[in-house]
């Protein structure tokens, strides 16, 4: 009973959290806010000099975003191999999160519609897409606006997972939730990495 309760809630976690397109509050170069992207390679990661004001912060924030949700989709596509691409967007929690859901997407178990707890690879369409509402800065490290905290809405509806058994997985029942992304900037390494994902309890 207990594995049950775990694997629903690892698949209402994936539901939440695995796939992605690129969000509507940052330039999009593969397509316009008004269409679904495809996902563009997602090797690098959102590096540059410090920001120079909060505007610039936000900004290189929600491009990280972007950046691990497209990566996110791609490895979702890929049956969840090679979950260390994390690593160049992602720190912390977030990265541990993210890698944990390619895990249970490359090996299970996850939830079918049934309820029964399926082990092995899923097969992942679609993405989630992130919404920005706002933005704002706050020092990191002794770095003025290092820290970016992105609250909005992130959709799941378009990300349909298939267990190993060829059935639909169970679906989060609400799959519009209003979450806060947090985004840092390694002085470092120069680099722009989602440190953590907070649900807020809320629908949206």
């Known amino acids: 009973m207990s594995t049950k309760r775990l694997a629903i809630a690892g698949i ?3 539901a939440l959290t695995l796939t992605a397109c690129t969000g509507t509050g ?3 170069p593969t397509g316009s806010a008004g269409e679904t992207p495809t996902p563009t390679p997602s090797a690098t ?7 120079a004001d909060e505007n610039e ?4 924030a929600e491009a990280t975003i972007d ?4 990566t996110q989709a791609e490895i979702g596509a890929a049956g969840g191999a090679n979950p260390e691409r994390y690593e160049a967007v992602a720190t912390g929690k977030a990265l541990r999160e993210f890698q944990d859901d390619a895990t249970r997407i490359a090996e299970g178990p996850i939830l079918n519609e049934d309820g029964e707890s399926i082990e092995g690879q899923s097969t992942v369409e679609g993405s989630l897409i992130f919404e920005p509402a706002t933005g704002y800065g706050q020092e990191y490290e002794g770095i003025a606006n290092g820290l970016v905290i992105v609250p909005g809405c992130l959709d799941g509806s378009q990300r349909k997972i298939t267990t190993a ?4 997985a169970m679906q989060n029942p609400n799959p519009r939730n209003e979450v806060e992304f ?8 120069k680099t722009w990495l989602v440190n953590d994902r907070i649900s807020l309890g809320t629908t949206c």
């Open 26 to 28: 940052t330039p999009n």
């Open 182 to 189: 947090h985004v840092i900037y390694n002085a470092e390494t």
């Open 165 to 168: 058994d060829g059935k639909p």
């Open 12 to 14: 209402i976690a994936a």
């Open 57 to 60: 912060a936000i900004d290189q």
């Open 45 to 51: 990661a959102i590096t540059g000099e410090a920001p």
């Open 67 to 70: 950046l691990l949700l497209a």
